[in-house]
C-alpha cells in the first residue's frame, strides 16, 4: 500500500508544483491547460488501453463505466471553467 501510494505521489507532484507555479506567476489558465492536457492523455490512451486490453477477461463494467462517466464529467466542468476565464 505505500508503494502504491508513494508512486502516486511521484506521479502526481509534477503537476502540483507546475500548477502552484503557474498560479503564483500570474498565468491561472496555464495551471488549467496543464490539468486538461493530462485528463485528456488518461481518458483517450490509458482508459482506451484498458477497455482493449481487459477484452478477453470478465470484467465488471458497472464500476469501470460509472468511474469514467463522472471522470469526464469533471473534466468538462473544468474545460468550461478555463473557457469562461
Avoid: C, E, K, Q
Wanted: charged letters at 5%; a positive charge; zero cysteines.
Amino acid at each position: 500500500m505505500a508503494a502504491v501510494t508513494l508512486l502516486a505521489l511521484g506521479n502526481g507532484a509534477p503537476d502540483i508544483f507546475a500548477s502552484v507555479v503557474a498560479v503564483r506567476g500570474g498565468h491561472p489558465r496555464t495551471n488549467f491547460g496543464a490539468i486538461l492536457s493530462a485528463g485528456a492523455f488518461v481518458s483517450a490512451f490509458v482508459v482506451g488501453a484498458v477497455a482493449i486490453l481487459a477484452g478477453p477477461f470478465l470484467l465488471n463494467s458497472g464500476p469501470f463505466v460509472r468511474d469514467v462517466f463522472f471522470y469526464l464529467i469533471s473534466a468538462s466542468v473544468l474545460f468550461y471553467v478555463y473557457l469562461s476565464a
